[in-house]
């Protein structure tokens, strides 16, 4: 028993080393290194010698110095093998090394005698591995759109695995593609629309939402249950399904190629949703407040204005996030309804840039991280307004 | 008192929903209704403009006589298929002009040409010409002239709203050799990628529970692909597995993993040999249901997330007591608590998927065995441009979703009674 677990101690804690060192060895090869091989049966016998070698020395050295000394061996026998790479490559697999010492710290021997202590030593390495793996595999696109943007056409392709950034260089070359976007395909008037269509749907969506909310959540009336009822079951229904009917109409109105058009279908997709949430906030705001306002004659629109819409701001304002988010990301819309360039969204532009194959990749990506960072500020910077909203289904897609 | 009361309360609630409501029903309810209408009948995209009597208006001089001047109006019906009725013409001049010579369908009153051209049948076209003159022979101001533009009126039938209906869309739809395999995959499309998304959101979530340095920037981080948008996601992606340079191809190529670069978007089939078993994996498929995995993972996560975080700790504990192992606990408490949320995502996800038309377009615009019913949606729209069509296809899509709640809440509704 004791055996079985041991072994499998030191074959899943290798596999981790493993995997570790691939991933720096994946990020030193974008960086420009030529590494052609992981070593990966190395890897494994040295991850199996640390492994066992950690536990048959256990406390008899302090943490600090076993790390050091184990990184220590690794990095030399690793340089070793590969040479000819820079201090920074050796320095990243030492700190590498002594993160995975560190982790493998918390078992013993005394551990291993334990019950069901390979299913808590295999639970604890997969958490690891997912977090990196899952970290790794997200924010790598992002990464890549940034750094590509960056890039010149020939850098490109002379190698595509080269990620490193030349901070050296003029500003005006790093930020060419940014320059070009904004000059030659008139991406200032793109985000001007794009702003346009998304802060207009906002506005509307709540005129019309914060009443009919107002009127769900309090007021008594024949089919109210019906209404509240029928706004998720027509949240769910898909965008594809109107887009015929919905071109057809627009056409013959002339509503395409319009930002009116756009802001009518917006506000009307994005509804829905925005009074389901509100409702369900004004809902847990105390009725003796609008008894008292009842009492002093305030009308409808004073009880609104006065008393529901100050009580609600912090609700008010992650359904204003939300529209905007999803007005500024929508492109099944600006896809079917613009094909005049003037009026472009910027999902469309992008689109469009696309169509052309001659467009440079990097202009492409430039126009991405454009479209992408306002989006991911939002979200970052008030996302406890907002989880709690996504969990109610607030994005659909 | 009382009644009226009640009735004012209802009063007000009806103006405060109205216009929410009138707004949905434009523009959500009634395409829907407006597409059944469509998908019965025989309409191409060029037929749904509606034709309309133009005129052109020249202006020219005659023979060095500046009081004089010539207009000529080229007339035409925008439609080259459907004819114009009563068509009525309207001009208006400066106070100080006079008519020569006038066609018998006009009269010129008020400083005002008007005229009734009567019927344009299709591709109509005509050179009508007035010549004027100004009764006190001072010179006409062509630019003025010019800048006034004639207004035109006709009655023409629109194509939407006649009465003639045909199956030709449906037939066409059902019965075309590709509706089985256009079928399949928009199953395996949504179906897989549905149980992927939950798979990973379920191990992100049990991932996020545990505590950990930088846990809230992890969760953070996790939702990126969900709220960014699918424009410029999807062309990172193109980028990243494109065969001549992209990252992924070069980064295989350089550790010897393979040789020749794989068309990950643009490759129907690939064989792959598995224990001496040829299969042939849908390539392009496969990728662009890891891209919608990866896209919409996150949401999966947020709702099991919030579910395992309400999970009582006293369970645990009790297991721990009882000396339950990591998997037990997972089985035997983790996933019971978390099924009504996982059938709950099961659905949502399984009809978003359904109708997820932007990620496949960005990203194969359905070529290479990727075309899934949304995409033929848009492609019968607009690429072979019958609106007919595209909308038979739409309601072959509400029909099938219908199906599929149905039977959901059919066996939901079972699962619970059992209980």
Same mark, same amino acid.
């Given at each position: ?93 030492? /700190? ?62 002379? %190698? ?96 395409? %190629? ?36 009842? /009492? ?102 | ?95 100080? !002009? ?71 869309? !449906? ?19 949504? !179906? ?96 662009? #249901? ?10 999966? !996560? ?8 309400? #999970? ?29 949320? #996982? ?77």
């Amino acid at each position: 028993m004791k055996t079985k677990n041991l072994i499998l101690f030191v074959l899943i804690s290798s596999f981790f080393l493993i995997f570790l060192v691939s991933i720096f060895k994946i990020l030193a090869t974008l960086q420009g290194l030529d590494i052609q091989n992981f070593n990966l049966q190395i890897i494994f016998i040295f991850g199996i010698l640390i492994s066992f070698a950690h536990l048959r020395i256990g406390n008899k050295i302090k943490i600090f110095y076993k790390s050091i000394i184990f990184s220590f061996i690794f990095v030399i026998c690793d340089g070793y093998i590969i040479q000819k790479l820079p201090l920074w490559y050796n320095i990243g697999i030492f /700190l590498v090394l002594y993160f995975f010492v560190n982790k493998i710290n918390k078992y013993s021997f005394e551990d291993l005698k334990k019950e069901h202590s390979t299913q808590v030593i295999f639970f604890d390495f997969l958490t690891l591995f997912g977090i990196l793996f899952f970290s790794f595999v997200i924010v790598f696109p992002f990464y890549m759109m940034l750094i590509t943007s960056f890039k010149t056409q020939i850098a490109l392709l002379v %190698n595509p695995l080269d990620f490193s950034i030349n901070f050296g260089q003029d500003l005006k070359d790093l930020f060419n593609s940014y320059f070009v976007i904004f000059k030659s395909y008139k991406f200032g008037k793109y985000i001007l629309t794009s702003t346009i269509v998304s802060v207009g749907t906002v506005i509307i969506t709540l005129i019309f939402a914060i009443p009919a909310a107002y009127a769900i959540a309090r007021l008594n009336f024949f089919g109210k249950t019906f209404m509240s009822t029928s706004i998720l079951i027509i949240y769910m229904f898909p965008a594809i399904v109107l887009v015929i009917p919905l071109y057809t109409f627009f056409s013959q109105l002339g509503l395409r %190629n319009s930002i009116e058009g756009l802001l009518i279908v917006y506000t009307a997709t994005t509804l829905p949703v925005a009074i389901y949430m509100l409702q369900g906030y004004f809902k847990s705001i105390p009725k003796e407040l609008e008894e008292a306002a009842i /009492l002093d004659k305030l009308s409808w629109f004073g009880i609104i204005s006065k008393i529901i819409i100050p009580l609600s701001i912090p609700a008010i304002s992650s359904v204003a996030l939300y529209v905007f988010m999803i007005a500024w990301n929508e492109f099944l819309f600006s896809l079917m309804f613009l094909d005049n360039p003037n009026s472009f969204t910027l999902s469309r532009a992008i689109q469009y840039l696309s169509g052309d194959a001659e467009t440079p990749r990097q202009y492409l990506m430039a126009g991405s991280v454009i479209v992408t960072l306002p989006v991911l500020f939002i979200f970052v910077y008030f996302e406890k307004y907002l989880v709690s909203g996504l969990t109610a289904g607030s994005v659909k897609g | 008192m009382k009644d009226t009361l009640a009735n004012t309360e209802k009063k007000t609630a009806y103006i405060l929903t109205l216009p929410a409501v009138a707004l949905v029903f434009a523009i959500i309810l009634f395409p829907i209704f407006a597409n059944v209408w469509i998908s019965f009948k025989e309409v191409k995209l060029k037929d749904i403009r509606i034709p309309e009597p133009r005129a052109k208006k020249i202006v020219k001089s005659i023979s060095e006589d500046p009081s004089k001047i010539k207009i000529l109006y080229k007339l035409r019906n925008s439609s080259l298929l459907q004819e114009i009725r009563d068509v009525s013409f309207k001009d208006k001049f400066p106070k100080n !002009f006079e008519i020569g010579e006038l066609d018998t369908r006009c009269n010129y009153k008020k400083y005002t040409l008007n005229c009734k051209f009567g019927n344009w049948p299709a591709k109509y076209r005509e050179n009508f010409t007035v010549v004027f003159e100004t009764n006190d022979g001072s010179e006409i101001n062509k630019k003025a002239l010019k800048s006034t533009k004639p207004k035109l009126n006709g009655s023409s039938d629109n194509i939407l709203l006649n009465t003639t209906f045909t199956l030709k869309n !449906f037939k066409k739809v059902l019965f075309d050799d590709e509706f089985i395999d256009l079928l399949l995959t928009t199953f395996y499309y949504t !179906f897989f990628g549905t149980v992927g998304s939950i798979i990973f959101g379920i191990l992100t979530a049990q991932m996020v529970n545990q505590k950990f340095y930088g846990r809230t920037f992890m969760r953070s981080v996790l939702l990126f692909p969900y709220v960014a948008p699918v424009v410029a996601l999807a062309y990172t992606w193109e980028l990243l597995l494109d065969p001549n340079s992209g990252t992924l191809n070069s980064l295989l190529i350089n550790y010897q993993v393979i040789e020749t670069p794989i068309n990950l978007l643009g490759q129907k089939y690939i064989e792959i040999n598995i224990l001496g078993f040829d299969f042939k994996l849908r390539l392009a498929l496969t990728t662009v #249901i890891m891209f919608e995995i990866w896209r919409y993972f996150p949401l999966a !996560f947020l709702f099991i997330l919030a579910r395992l975080q309400a #999970i009582p700790k006293e369970l645990y504990e009790a297991a721990d007591v009882d000396g339950a192992s990591p998997f037990q606990k997972f089985f035997k408490i983790t996933l019971p608590q978390i099924t009504a949320v #996982i059938s709950i995502l099961f659905m949502i996800r399984f009809i978003w998927n359904f109708n997820k038309f932007e990620d496949v377009f960005l990203l194969t615009g359905g070529a290479s065995g990727t075309r899934t019913l949304p995409i033929n949606v848009y492609q019968q729209g607009f690429a072979i441009s019958d609106i007919g069509m595209g909308s038979a296809v739409s309601i072959v899509i509400v029909v099938l979703l219908l199906l599929f709640m149905f039977f959901y809440f059919k066996l939901l509704g079972k699962r619970v009674d059992e209980n």
